[in-house]
């Protein structure tokens, strides 16, 4: 079916719907913005939109469920109006770039999809696990010699997930340093938009310049896998970049941000120190109570009725998962960090076609990390005051700009 705008993107309600609370400078930094939970008493409602649209704003679990999986909710860049304003983007936003699935519907979404699932096997992840232990504990001896004082997002939060997207692409031992640093450079929250821009073209530089490689010379690595696949070079440097923006950032964020949670539950910490096989499931707690990529914004394509309410053709949907993801209906007490809960069905990797592709290497980095850490450093803790930690408030990935922390030396 083509796709029709809304006949009027007017709201027909007494009040003037809200806008996307994003402000979280007062209270808990692991709580959703207090205007956010105030809107969550019913799981949809209207929203205005930053450019003025009128669209909708999704906070139950099961209405936020239903909107991801249903294929008539499209996920086109193109389509879609912005929930809170974002210098510098058009109007009109621009189609997905070639390789970037995330912006795509089927059929094409379903053909970079199946060929992406294939390629994450049971032998690769067992090989990327083993990767994972040892880029870890590398880590972890860096941060011991040079403690007792570090800002573990540089330390450790970073170079974990940055070594391990690394390792899936294939990029070469003498290379990665280059390559790490131009990541840092484009997910710095204080770096310029030159040196941001800057950073960016040379990653794509290389990795135009890595597929040719990996085409001449193959190794074993996904992107190598993916050369003997009808892709094209430009979606496959493409396809890179996408797993780089998708895996890296909130990958560093939920290290980070989750070692700040679980320092501030000093009783949820010690149930994972006495218990290391509590990590997968704290994990999973972690990634429902700290939700850091939030919102996802999608567009319908045609009528819709969800929740008994009709989502009009062209309007606008952005489903807030820090708010479905604290639905007490779903989660009862959902404001509590509890690492004994069975937090199964979240939505932080998404839902539907569109569940984040490294969901199950992003659970082995955090449940290998975040034991191996508190193991070394039996100690650690904040160097810094709670409120003085600074946050990534208007970041597309929360998490924290730094985190300070210090540990007892022997």
């Given at each position: 079916?083509?796709?029709?705008?809304?006949d009027a993107n007017v709201d027909t309600t007494a009040e003037e719907p809200p806008t996307l609370p994003t402000d979280r400078h007062t209270g808990c930094p692991f709580d959703?913005?207090?205007?956010?939970?105030?809107?969550?008493?019913?799981?949809?409602?209207?929203?205005?939109?930053?450019?003025?649209?009128?669209?909708?704003?999704?906070?139950?679990?099961?209405?936020?469920?239903?909107?991801?999986?249903?294929?008539?909710?499209?996920?086109?860049?193109?389509?879609?109006?912005?929930?809170?304003?974002?210098?510098?983007?058009?109007?009109?936003?621009?189609?997905?770039?070639?390789?970037?699935?995330?912006?795509?519907?089927?059929?094409?979404?379903?053909?970079?999809?199946?060929?992406?699932?294939?390629?994450?096997?049971?032998?690769?992840?067992?090989?990327?696990?083993?990767?994972?232990?040892?880029?870890?504990?590398?880590?972890?001896?860096?941060?011991?010699?040079?403690?007792?004082?570090?800002?573990?997002?540089?330390?450790?939060?970073?170079?974990?997930?940055?070594?391990?997207?690394?390792?899936?692409?294939?990029?070469?031992?003498?290379?990665?340093?280059?390559?790490?640093?131009?990541?840092?450079?484009?997910?710095?929250?204080?770096?310029?938009?030159?040196?941001?821009?800057?950073?960016?073209?040379?990653?794509?530089?290389?990795?135009?310049?890595?597929?040719?490689?990996?085409?001449?010379?193959?190794?074993?690595?996904?992107?190598?896998?993916?050369?003997?696949?009808?892709?094209?070079?430009?979606?496959?440097?493409?396809?890179?970049?996408?797993?780089?923006?998708?895996?890296?950032?909130?990958?560093?964020?939920?290290?980070?941000?989750?070692?700040?949670?679980?320092?501030?539950?000093?009783?949820?910490?010690?149930?994972?120190?006495?218990?290391?096989?509590?990590?997968?499931?704290?994990?999973?707690?972690?990634?429902?109570?700290?939700?850091?990529?939030?919102?996802?914004?999608?567009?319908?394509?045609?009528?819709?009725?969800?929740?008994?309410?009709?989502?009009?053709?062209?309007?606008?949907?952005?489903?807030?998962?820090?708010?479905?993801?604290?639905?007490?209906?779903k989660f009862p007490d959902p404001d509590r960090l509890d690492i004994h809960r069975k937090a199964t069905g979240h939505m932080a990797f998404g839902h539907g076609p569109h569940?984040?592709?490294?969901?199950?290497?992003?659970?082995?980095?955090?449940?290998?990390?975040?034991?191996?850490?508190?193991?070394?450093?039996?100690?650690?803790?904040?160097?810094?005051?709670?409120?003085?930690?600074?946050?990534?408030?208007?970041?597309?990935?929360?998490?924290?700009?730094?985190?300070?922390?210090?540990?007892?030396?022997?």
């Amino acid at each position: 079916m083509s796709y029709e705008p809304a006949d009027a993107n007017v709201d027909t309600t007494a009040e003037e719907p809200p806008t996307l609370p994003t402000d979280r400078h007062t209270g808990c930094p692991f709580d959703p913005p207090a205007e956010l939970t105030a809107l969550s008493d019913k799981p949809l409602r209207r929203m205005r939109y930053a450019d003025g649209h009128v669209g909708w704003l999704v906070t139950g679990h099961a209405a936020g469920r239903a909107i991801l999986a249903d294929p008539r909710i499209s996920s086109r860049y193109e389509l879609m109006h912005p929930p809170i304003p974002m210098p510098g983007l058009p109007e009109q936003m621009p189609p997905a770039p070639i390789g970037d699935i995330i912006g795509l519907d089927a059929p094409e979404h379903t053909r970079y999809r199946r060929l992406l699932t294939g390629k994450f096997t049971v032998r690769r992840m067992r090989h990327l696990t083993e990767r994972v232990e040892q880029f870890t504990a590398e880590c972890l001896d860096d941060m011991e010699q040079n403690g007792p004082t570090v800002d573990l997002v540089e330390a450790f939060a970073q170079p974990v997930p940055a070594l391990m997207i690394c390792e899936l692409l294939g990029v070469p031992y003498e290379d990665r340093e280059r390559f790490q640093g131009h990541v840092v450079t484009i997910f710095d929250q204080s770096a310029g938009e030159e040196a941001k821009g800057e950073a960016y073209m040379a990653i794509l530089q290389y990795l135009n310049e890595l597929v040719l490689a990996k085409r001449a010379e193959p190794t074993d690595d996904l992107l190598s896998d993916l050369t003997t696949s009808d892709l094209t070079d430009e979606e496959l440097a493409g396809i890179g970049g996408m797993l780089l923006a998708a895996g890296m950032d909130t990958t560093a964020n939920m290290l980070s941000l989750g070692t700040f949670a679980l320092l501030s539950n000093p009783d949820q910490l010690e149930a994972l120190r006495a218990d290391s096989a509590l990590a997968a499931q704290t994990v999973e707690e972690l990634l429902r109570y700290l939700s850091v990529a939030d919102p996802l914004p999608r567009s319908a394509l045609e009528d819709v009725e969800v929740e008994g309410q009709l989502i009009k053709a062209g309007e606008s949907v952005t489903v807030s998962v820090q708010a479905t993801n604290r639905d007490p209906v779903k989660f009862p007490d959902p404001d509590r960090l509890d690492i004994h809960r069975k937090a199964t069905g979240h939505m932080a990797f998404g839902h539907g076609p569109h569940q984040c592709l490294g969901q199950q290497l992003a659970r082995v980095e955090m449940a290998v990390a975040f034991p191996a850490l508190f193991a070394r450093f039996p100690t650690l803790r904040l160097a810094v005051p709670p409120q003085e930690v600074p946050l990534r408030e208007h970041a597309n990935i929360y998490g924290v700009a730094s985190l300070p922390v210090t540990w007892d030396k022997e």
